[in-house]
């Protein structure tokens, strides 16, 4: 497929974010997850309680965010090669990020996306989907292990 394929089916600019999902996780993958972005990624990780930002995830205190309130307290960004994934920690059930669909401008952006949904899949054993915002059934993309799934729009 070509990129210009990809950005009107996949990175089309119309305001809005794509999502991308990882359903049905629990406590353990989400702490594997850490894990792997935390030795293969560059991070940015903010945590509004202590009022501190590092490099690194603390899953101790995403753990702690999931019995507040308060959702908003811990974030992460996945830095990959000028995308930015927005991660959020609203609970253990499901691993949610988001990306802008501007910051993808060639076929390489697509290809390391891929890369990372392929890490993701691939240590968690689940399928990874990108969608639309909010939008958990308009999926755009999903990826199973190795296996890239492009849905038509």
Not at 79 to 107: A, M, Q, T, W
Not at 137 to 142: E, H, T, V, Y
């Amino acid at each position: 497929m070509t990129w210009r394929e990809l950005k009107n089916r996949i990175y089309f600019e119309d305001g809005s974010l794509r999502d991308v999902y990882v359903l049905n996780t629990n406590e353990k993958d989400l702490a594997r997850w850490t894990e792997l972005i935390n030795e293969n990624y560059l991070v940015r990780f903010h945590d509004a309680k202590e009022g501190s930002t590092t490099d690194r995830i603390s899953f101790n205190a995403v753990k702690e965010t999931w019995s507040t309130d308060n959702r908003e307290l811990v974030t992460a960004t996945v830095k990959i090669v000028g995308i930015d994934i927005n991660c959020h920690f609203y609970d253990h059930s499901e691993l949610e990020g988001d990306i802008d669909p501007r910051e993808f401008r060639s076929l390489n952006d697509h290809e390391n996306l891929v890369k990372y949904l392929k890490d993701v899949s691939n240590l968690l054993g689940k399928e990874v989907i990108v969608t639309g915002e909010n939008t958990k059934d308009w999926i755009l993309m999903r990826v199973i292990g190795d296996e890239v799934i492009l849905n038509s729009v």
